[in-house]
């Protein structure tokens, strides 16, 4: 089956640092996303990891562990403009290549 | 840099009508996968097209069709319009051929709303 947990909600103080977790359960994996989406617009890419480590883009970084299937995007020196949802999603080319995604945490940023 | 387009921007049909979106993919794009997305939901995965051909299928309801013509664009036949139906369709492009396959890249989405 396929299974990618994040938490529903998280809130944050502006200028601060902010870990989103997503642990992932697929039956295949070819690499992680992480996606930002404010409301009724269209998710923007962020991240794609899919060899161990870290990979880092100026404000936002994003780790993976396929052993653990886990994964944690890093938010640096948050702004109010980073309140958003943010999507985790596992992609399998044995599936034709589709996004399956995690629910989204929602990030508050407060002033 | 040109983007995924997707037409309309929001669309209006009462129950048991029927709709049709479009998508042009990016340039080049030969991929075109098709999203649902409820209110509060995460992107449900509906259906894929490579080279014109139906690559994968996901939770899409009989009542739902899809084809990539020639030139690449797709379009999302809906018939049979439910309540539950309403929701942003998102439809993304990718170069399916290439070692950045995974780059999918999402259009701004279409609102359907079902009366």
């Known amino acids: 089956g396929q299974n990618i947990d994040q938490p529903t909600e998280m809130t944050a103080t502006e200028g601060a640092i902010v870990q989103i977790n997503c642990t992932y359960q697929?039956?295949?994996?070819?690499?992680l996303f992480w996606y930002q989406q404010h409301a009724g617009e269209a998710p923007t890419f962020l991240s794609y990891?899919?060899?161990?480590g870290l990979e880092e883009k100026g404000r936002f970084s994003s780790f993976l562990s396929r052993s653990k299937g886990y994964s944690y995007l890093l938010l640096k020196e948050l702004q109010m403009k980073d309140s958003a949802s943010y999507l985790c999603?596992?992609?399998?080319?044995?599936?034709?290549?589709?996004?399956?995604f995690g629910q989204g945490t929602e990030l508050s940023v407060k002033p | 840099a040109a983007g995924v387009i997707q037409s309309p921007r929001h669309l209006i049909k009462e129950k048991r009508e029927t709709a049709t979106l479009k998508c042009y993919p990016i340039?080049?794009?030969?991929?075109v996968y098709w999203y649902q997305q409820g209110p509060g939901q995460d992107p449900q995965f509906l259906i894929s097209?490579?080279?014109?051909?139906?690559?994968d299928k996901g939770s899409i309801p009989d009542r739902f069709s899809a084809q990539q013509f020639s030139d690449y664009h797709s379009e999302l036949n809906m018939s049979s319009l439910e309540l539950g139906d309403s929701a942003l369709y998102f439809c993304?492009?990718?170069?399916?051929?290439?070692?950045?396959?995974?780059?999918?890249?999402f259009g701004p989405g279409t609102r359907l709303t079902v009366t």
């Open positions: 340039p080049r794009h030969d991929t």
């Open positions: 097209f490579y080279e014109k051909m139906q690559s």
């Open positions: 999603a596992v992609i399998n080319y044995n599936q034709g290549g589709k996004l399956i």
């Open positions: 993304a492009s990718s170069l399916g051929s290439s070692g950045r396959a995974h780059e999918q890249y």
């Open positions: 990891n899919v060899l161990d």
């Open positions: 697929t039956s295949g994996f070819n690499g």
